[in-house]
């Protein structure tokens, strides 16, 4: 999946997310069969990796590694992408609460809540 692909799907995935947020009742049940957005997403930006039987533990785990970083590194990319765009257009809107205020409030909230999940 190229970059783009993946920025259109993180976008589908923060647009659905809100709108679940704002409309609750609307989000489906918890422990549905459904995957949702997330699940088909995750899916589908996951490399195959194909491993031969030959293959040592040491180079099976070097290829998951660097396989796996990649598309982990793709997907923080896509979702930075998503953020930066949505504080850009917030901040120029001069709010009372600049985006980087948001984060810092967000950071200290889940100093807060440490050890709850």
Do not use: C, W
């Amino acid at each position: 999946m190229d970059q783009n692909e993946v920025i259109k799907r993180v976008v589908g995935i923060l647009t659905e997310a809100y709108d679940d947020f704002r409309q609750p009742e609307s989000a489906d049940a918890p422990g549905t069969e459904d995957p949702g957005l997330i699940g088909q997403f995750l899916t589908e930006a996951m490399p195959r990796i194909e491993l031969s039987p030959d293959d040592s533990l040491e180079e099976i785990a070097e290829q998951i590694g660097r396989e796996m970083g990649k598309a982990v590194s793709q997907l923080a990319a896509a979702f930075a992408a998503a953020y930066i765009q949505l504080a850009l257009v917030h901040d120029e809107g001069d709010p009372a609460i600049p985006s980087a205020e948001v984060l810092r409030d967000m950071a200290i909230r889940s100093e807060g809540t440490k050890g709850d999940a």
